[in-house]
């Protein structure tokens, strides 16, 4: 069976400070990766999808980047995070094909920007 | 513009009593619209897909309609439990799959 990992679950971290989240998926191959932000009251914002190594899509311009170094592995960075960067983290993964087969969400990882 | 509206915003309900949840939206073209479970401060869960041919689809005692005609789709829970207590959002995909627009979610509670 096929699961997704996030980590860290939580986080907190100072202004001005670097991120770096980690998603991996395991049981499947070639799999469509995600990336979302959930804030506080609103929907789930689409950051990036990945359907291949090192082949990142970007939906919204800002502070963040993604990066796919592994066919299961796919990271969420900043250089130097933003209050506004705060919020609920989700990545998910789809299997090959639509880009927007279902999606099968991880648990997510809550960041706190102070 | 490309909208999901759901409603309540939050609904409070006893145990065993049954809920409906609307949504209604602005997305065209119209692939399929599906329904999911977030449970607070977890990955949200699929609960049902619909395509633009299917009037109702059930899982357990979930059963989502959708009205293509009103661009409308509700969720109606049966004989709700305490596990219900979730957030659930509705997701509305445009033809050809290349975006998902999504609703800012129904928070439910249920109370013994």
């Known amino acids: 069976s096929q699961t997704i990992h996030q980590w860290p679950a939580t986080l907190v971290q100072p202004v001005g400070s670097p991120l770096s989240l980690e998603c991996t998926v395991e049981g499947t191959s070639n799999p469509n990766l995600y990336w979302y932000r959930q804030a506080a009251g609103r929907g789930l914002q689409l950051l990036f999808y990945s359907i291949g190594i090192d082949q990142i899509s970007s939906e919204v311009p800002q502070n963040l980047s993604a990066s796919r170094p592994q066919d299961r592995q796919f990271i969420l960075s900043s250089k130097k995070l933003l209050l506004s960067d705060s919020g609920f983290y989700l990545c998910?993964?789809?299997?090959?094909?639509?880009?927007?087969?279902?999606?099968?969400f991880g648990p997510g990882t809550r960041l706190t920007v102070l | 513009k490309n909208q999901v509206e759901q409603s309540p915003q939050s609904l409070i309900i006893l145990e065993g009593k049954n809920c409906t949840l609307q949504c209604n939206y602005t997305v065209s073209p119209f692939s399929n619209l599906r329904w999911y479970k977030q449970d607070t401060g977890r990955g949200p869960v699929s609960l049902t897909i619909?395509?633009?041919?299917?009037n109702t689809k059930s899982n357990g005692r979930y059963t989502a309609t959708l009205d293509a005609d009103t661009k409308q789709s509700s969720l109606h829970i049966t004989a709700s439990q305490l596990s219900d207590s979730a957030s659930y959002i509705c997701v509305v995909i445009t033809g050809g799959g290349n975006k998902l627009t999504f609703g800012t979610g129904t928070q439910l509670k249920v109370e013994l």
């Open positions: 619909m395509t633009f041919s299917e």
């Open positions: 998910a993964w789809s299997v090959r094909g639509t880009l927007y087969n279902e999606q099968f």
